[in-house]
């Protein structure tokens, strides 16, 4: 596809749960960012990728949050033992080069946890 | 946290000017000043960024002081699609993440 597509766009799941949440950027795009936004709020950085390392992870709040790029394309943010405080819009962005001006944002995934 | 200071709300008539201001006083010689915006329900779309001059495209202008501590983002004839939240950012494009703030929620009526 042309943009960055999320999936599921929307997941509901229990507290305690594990939750996968997918990103697949725009083809040729090197860096790939994760956030999270809570209603009424920015979204906030969790983690980037340029290739298929992690070049800054110094937003995943705790480490019950994961994430890999193994192929320096489609990500994966990985959720141990959710909490309902884990529950939010997970953003996913790509741009050709970290750093270089207009990211690519995707639609979202809703995370519910109950 | 956000190096930046926006107005929580605006609102503007439609076809006119809406001027979005951003306070930036801390911002470094090499950050940029970037503008986002992001209607409901939907991911942030990129708008404009600059670094020292005035900057335009077909979206927007953007309009950043001699001092670089202010800036304004300015959306000439507004439309009632233009009703989103907008954020203004600072970046230095040295591989830092975009940090958002809580924007200015800018409501464009008839």
């Known amino acids: 596809g042309a943009g960055v597509s999320q999936t599921p766009s929307n997941k509901v799941t229990e507290k305690g749960k594990y939750v996968e949440l997918r990103c697949d950027p725009i083809s040729g795009h090197t860096a790939l960012y994760w956030y999270r936004q809570s209603l009424g709020q920015g979204p906030e950085f969790l983690i980037y990728f340029q290739g298929t390392g992690a070049a800054d992870d110094s937003g995943l709040p705790n480490d019950r949050f994961f994430a890999v790029r193994p192929e320096g394309s489609v990500s994966t943010l990985k959720i141990q033992r959710t909490e309902r405080g884990d529950s939010a819009v997970y953003l996913c962005a790509s741009s050709w080069l970290a750093g270089a001006g207009e990211l690519f944002f995707g639609e979202g995934s809703r995370l519910t946890v109950l | 946290d956000a190096k930046t200071t926006q107005p929580p709300s605006m609102d503007c008539a439609e076809g006119r000017a809406a001027n979005l201001p951003c306070n930036h006083s801390?911002?470094?010689?090499?950050?940029?000043v970037y503008w986002y915006r992001q209607i409901h329900s939907q991911g942030p779309q990129y708008i404009i960024h600059?670094?020292?001059n005035n900057e335009t495209n077909e979206m927007a202008s953007l309009i950043i002081t001699e001092d670089r501590k202010s800036s304004t983002l300015i959306l000439p004839h507004a439309t009632l699609r233009d009703t989103a939240v907008y954020y203004c950012i600072v970046n230095d494009q040295a591989g830092t993440a975009l940090i958002f703030g809580k924007g200015t929620t800018l409501s464009v009526s008839s």
């Open positions: 600059g670094l020292k």
């Open positions: 801390t911002i470094s010689g090499n950050e940029y």
